[in-house]
Structures are given as structure tokens and as C-alpha cells.
């Protein structure tokens, strides 16, 4: 069974910064390191939302809402994928998860990212 969990997430004021980290078990390595991975986040009531992807050769794509600003990444020996985040603003409060690209498996816990003065 894959588990996801994510990390990284607290309270950062306006402008600054966190790095989130997405761990993945009970998958054969060499799996992880052929699939996208991808990060999503959800506000209350809001349909989650995917704000970035890496394939598995690192191409990465970002919602428009954070381009310039995210920087997604993966250590496939670690079977770890990262999402650095900068010049964080209000909006970017959510609950942030991870999540294989094409081919989804259950949902880890999240971790809460607020950001506020």
C-alpha cells in the first residue's frame, strides 16, 4: 500500500517562505521514479486545487497562481518530492498534499501552510 506523507507546512508571515516534503512508501522505487509526482492544496468548501507537477525525467508545471514564485522538485532515491514556496502571500493558505500525478492513491493528511501577518 502507498503511503504519502507531507511536512514542511506552519505559519510564515506575508513574503516569506517554506519548504514542504512529500515522502512516499510502500512503492518500489523504480516505480516512484517513472511517475509524476504533484502537489495540491484545498481551502474549506474549495475543490482541491493542483498548483504543481514533475515528471519523472523533472519537467516541472505550476498554476499560474504560483509560477515565479514555487519550485517543485523530487529525490527519486529518497522516493521524496518537495515543493519549495516564496514570496508567500494570504491567498497560498490551504491544506497542501502530494499525490502521484496520473495515477492518484489515497490521500495522506496534508500539512497546513498559513500564511498571515
Known amino acids: 500500500q502507498v503511503q504519502l506523507v507531507e511536512s514542511g507546512g506552519g505559519l510564515v508571515q506575508p513574503g516569506g517562505s517554506l519548504r514542504l516534503s512529500c515522502a512516499a512508501s510502500?512503492?518500489?522505487?523504480?516505480?516512484?521514479?517513472?511517475?509524476?509526482m504533484a502537489w495540491y492544496r484545498q481551502v474549506p468548501e474549495k475543490q482541491r486545487e493542483l498548483v504543481a507537477s514533475?515528471?519523472?525525467?523533472?519537467?516541472?508545471n505550476y498554476a499560474d497562481s504560483v509560477k515565479g514564485r514555487f519550485t517543485v522538485s523530487r529525490d527519486n532515491a529518497k522516493k521524496k518530492a518537495y515543493l519549495q514556496m516564496n514570496s508567500l502571500k494570504p491567498e497560498d493558505t490551504a491544506v497542501y498534499y502530494c499525490?502521484?500525478?496520473?495515477?492518484?492513491?489515497?490521500w495522506g493528511q496534508g500539512t497546513q501552510v498559513t500564511v498571515s501577518s
Open positions: 514533475i515528471t519523472k525525467s523533472g519537467t516541472a
Open positions: 510502500g512503492i518500489i522505487t523504480s516505480v516512484f521514479n517513472s511517475n509524476a
Open positions: 499525490n502521484h500525478l496520473n495515477y492518484p492513491t489515497s
